[in-house]
């Protein structure tokens, strides 16, 4: 009886955690870069309700993809945020999937590695490296999810949100850098650059350690990577954040200064970490982001 009752809650809290129709693991074979051992992953549900995943070396993709009838072809991959210790998996991840999928676009949720000498050989690569898989994973697959591959862009929230631009700026350096481009992105109270004046100190060490070179830290601020291939962007910030607005503003003026699509929403108040919902104001930010990622994409057609 009690195994029963166990399976019953277990199925139960499955389905209000994720609606996603499948998960799956982000590498076929092989996880690149990783030092075998045992998977330690654990999920736990702190202040507020907010779900949170942690020790994650095992990295999943969810697919939530939209009504044929309403399918924009447009595709996103998010990262939730964390400061790279951890995947605020739900309001920074399920739930919105859920909610691009109810707008037409498919939507992807990527739990990705956290940067752990034992578990990595390259510990600041491997966040990386599951973003890139995941865009190339997604465009493999354009057909099934009834997407088109010149569509596919990022999110990420905060710490997912430094993923994110860096999967926009640094994509040149890949053997491939056409496979791995990003599309558009949409950057969600972002940490952009790990300067020791703007960066976020957490996120920082947890990717970089503690005392990382001058060039590493030059090649992971974003603002410092920005150029002319660098996709488009929407960014949203709060002004009273404490990861510093101007992340968000330097990224922009970066962009602008290579004439490359942006949009930045700053709301005056807000904080950090509110996911879609920021309850100061009336603007709804993923519906501001889906209007505008159609807008720069029909322009990116117009122009091509």
Do not use: C
């Not at 676009?105 to 966040?127: E, N, Q």
């Not at 997912?160 to 992105?185: C, K």
């Amino acid at each position: 009886m009690m195994i029963k009752t166990l399976i019953v809650i277990s199925l139960i809290l499955m389905t209000a955690t994720s609606k996603a129709q499948k998960v799956l693991p982000l590498y076929e074979g092989e996880i690149p870069g990783a030092i075998p051992g045992p998977d330690l992953e654990k999920s736990d549900t702190i202040a507020d309700g907010i779900l949170i995943v942690s020790k994650i070396s095992r990295p999943t993709i969810a697919v939530y993809l939209p009504d044929p009838k309403i399918a924009t072809k447009i595709a996103v991959i998010i990262f939730p945020g964390g400061g790279y210790g951890i995947n605020a998996i739900k309001h920074e991840g399920w739930d919105v999937a859920e909610y691009f999928a109810k707008k037409g676009v498919a939507a992807f949720v990527v739990k990705y590695r956290l940067p752990d000498s034992a578990t990595m050989i390259h510990p600041d690569a491997g966040p990386l490296m599951d973003a890139q898989q995941a865009i190339i994973h997604v465009r493999k697959n354009a057909k099934q999810y009834n997407i088109d591959p010149l569509k596919v862009g990022v999110m990420g929230f905060s710490a997912g949100g430094h993923l994110a631009a860096n999967a926009s700026t640094l994509f040149r350096y890949h053997t491939t850098p056409s496979a791995v481009r990003p599309d558009f992105s949409i950057l969600v109270y972002p940490v952009i650059s790990l300067s020791d004046s703007l960066g976020h100190i957490g996120s920082r060490n947890n990717l970089l350690g503690k005392n990382p070179n001058p060039e590493t830290l030059k090649l992971f601020s974003n603002e410092l990577q920005v150029y002319a291939k660098t996709p488009p962007a929407f960014l949203v910030h709060a002004k009273d954040d404490p990861i510093n607005y101007t992340n968000s503003v330097l990224y922009e003026e970066a962009l602008k200064k290579y004439n490359v699509p942006v949009k930045l929403l700053l709301y005056e108040k807000g904080g950090h970490g509110y996911g879609m919902y920021n309850k100061t104001s009336d603007i709804f930010w993923p519906d501001e982001a889906v209007k505008n990622v159609m807008n720069m994409l029909n322009e990116k057609n117009v122009k091509n």
